[in-house]
């Protein structure tokens, strides 16, 4: 079968491009890291891809605020490519800085009752510091396509300084729950929600919430890092963790292959 097509969106300060296109390639994709100026002059390549990724970084140095600057450019420029490349079935994927930028636009986790454009955003950790570590995590029953199968307590790491994750409105809270968005949750060492509490909810985050996915499962972002846990040794305890010892993956590259598997299946490597 013909190895579906990714497109990882780059511009200025990215800095996970490479870790990003190694995880689609280990999952059964190509990738290829195309700048944004590239899209921005010709909205037409999109057409060539069948996934698409916005990776991790400081896009435009986070000035003003992470992500919004990228943010700004899709919404004005590119909104009708990026809705028409969801539209056709195929998913999109944010990690970090990438998830940061999908909710400073209407794409995640998109329009929610009466509400249009932007209904939630992605502010400064209630530590006020940048954090750089592991975290647990509980996969939650959702729609989305990316975490499709993951049912277990699992760990990948953080790295970021605006991960706080807050609705605009209590009915949108309450609806992310209701229409099946929140993906993943912030938890503790049982499998039970962090319930806001630091260290095992890092940035204080709403209902813990570490990843959301729109109404159409396609379109997920995420603060914690899946390309960077790809391989049972990037993980800090792999020596001493025997299980770790025999599984050759990591567990974030099960994010990756959800992904393709479903490209394969409904879209079509080659269309």
């Known amino acids: 079968m013909t190895r579906p097509k990714t497109l990882i969106l780059r511009t200025a300060g990215t800095n ?13 994709a190509t990738a290829e890291a195309v700048h944004l100026n590239r899209v921005l002059k010709n909205p037409e390549i999109l057409r060539d891809y069948q996934l698409m990724a916005l990776p991790g970084g400081f896009s435009y140095g986070d000035d003003i605020a992470a992500g919004r600057i990228f943010a700004n450019q899709i919404v004005h420029h590119l909104r009708d490519a990026f809705h028409a490349f969801r539209d056709a079935g195929k998913p999109i994927l944010g990690v970090c800085n990438g998830f940061q930028v999908l909710v400073k636009t209407d794409l995640l986790p998109g329009s929610i ?6 209904t939630c955003t992605l502010t400064n950790n209630d530590s006020g510091r940048f954090i750089d570590r592991w975290v647990r995590l509980m996969p939650q029953p959702s729609k989305c396509i990316w975490t499709a199968g993951m049912d277990q307590l699992i760990e990948l790491p953080i790295a970021h300084g605006e991960g706080k994750f807050v609705p605009a409105t209590d009915a949108v809270r309450r609806a992310l729950r209701e229409n099946g968005q929140v993906s993943l949750i912030y938890a503790n060492a049982d499998g039970s929600p962090a319930n806001g509490a630091f260290p095992d909810n890092p940035n204080g985050s709403v209902d813990d919430i570490a990843g959301v996915c729109d109404i159409t499962g396609l379109v997920f972002g995420l603060m914690p890092h899946p390309e960077r846990f790809v391989r049972s040794f ?15 993956e ?9 992904a393709v598997q479903h490209v394969q299946a409904a879209v079509g490597a080659g269309v």
């Open 16 to 28: 996970c491009d490479g870790e990003t296109a190694h995880a689609f390639e280990l999952a059964g």
């Open 113 to 118: 009752g009466d509400r249009s454009g932007q």
């Open 234 to 248: 990037q993980h800090p305890s792999w020596s001493r963790n025997q299980r770790s010892q025999q599984a050759v």
């Open 250 to 258: 990591g567990v974030g590259l099960r994010v990756f292959r959800n």
